[in-house]
């Protein structure tokens, strides 16, 4: 069956570095997004990206936060310079053409700021 | 303001011990209410879409109902295997065609 794939599993970095997390998503997906979950707190949508451009962002994804594709396979979310507050689960997500469906989840990337 | 609010917050069964999730929402209108099941340290696994008032699925111990103000996650004779978080999320009608999630219900399953 084919899933969503996440890299790395666990991240741990110190404040102000950089940081990139990789996703390959299921590979006739059109659709793909970012969300992240603090821990014990909601899953929070970050980013939806289609047609190689950001579609729609939520207030969370600010200037340090960016996103690219840079091949048919991979789709990435960088944070420029990471803070305490940006510790959580980061999770990629994607889905089939259409306005309504079901989103794809990987197992997601698991962010330790120090 | 939120869109989606689940209870109870944790519920604790015996196994073969029924019971029924909670997911009220607040959307002037309804694309689509997704149900997911979330495992420690997973991501959400897609379980159902419900699109319109008076829709029912079911996938083995497992129903979904919905009304125009809630949906219910029905779960019939649950095993210890049915531990996990249930998350609800919503599409609403009008400019985003983002799901918006909710806290979730944190189910344990004793044996």
């Known amino acids: 069956e084919p899933e969503v794939t996440q890299t790395p599993s666990h991240q741990v970095t110190q404040m102000g570095q950089e940081v990139i997390l990789r996703c390959v998503p299921i590979?006739?997906?059109?659709?793909f997004y970012w969300y992240r979950q603090i821990l014990g707190q909601k899953v929070e949508f970050l980013v939806s990206?289609?047609?190689?451009?950001?579609?729609?962002k939520s207030e969370i994804f600010d200037d340090q936060f960016s996103v690219e594709r840079p091949d048919g396979s991979n789709f990435t979310l960088k944070i420029r310079s990471t803070k305490l507050e940006d510790s959580a689960m980061y999770f990629c997500?994607?889905?089939?053409?259409?306005?309504?469906?079901?989103?794809?989840f990987g197992e997601g990337s698991r962010l330790t700021v120090l | 303001e939120d869109q989606v609010t689940q209870s109870p917050e944790a519920l604790r069964l015996q196994e073969g011990e029924s019971s029924s999730l909670n997911c009220s929402y607040t959307v002037s209108g309804l694309r689509g209410l997704f149900w997911y099941r979330q495992d420690p340290g997973k991501g959400p696994e897609f379980l159902f879409t419900?699109?319109?008032a008076g829709e029912e699925k079911e996938k083995e111990r497992l129903k979904a109902t919905l009304t125009k103000k809630e949906s219910f996650l029905h779960i019939t004779a649950p095993k210890p295997e049915d531990s996990a978080t249930y998350l609800c999320?919503?599409?609403?009608?009008?400019?985003?065609?983002?799901?918006?999630f909710g806290r979730g219900t944190s189910l344990i399953v004793h044996p």
């Open positions: 997500a994607s889905k089939t053409r259409g306005q309504v469906g079901e989103l794809f």
């Open positions: 999320a919503v599409q609403a009608t009008g400019g985003s065609y983002i799901p918006t």
């Open positions: 590979s006739n997906h059109l659709y």
């Open positions: 419900l699109y319109s």
């Open positions: 990206f289609y047609n190689n451009e950001i579609s729609e």
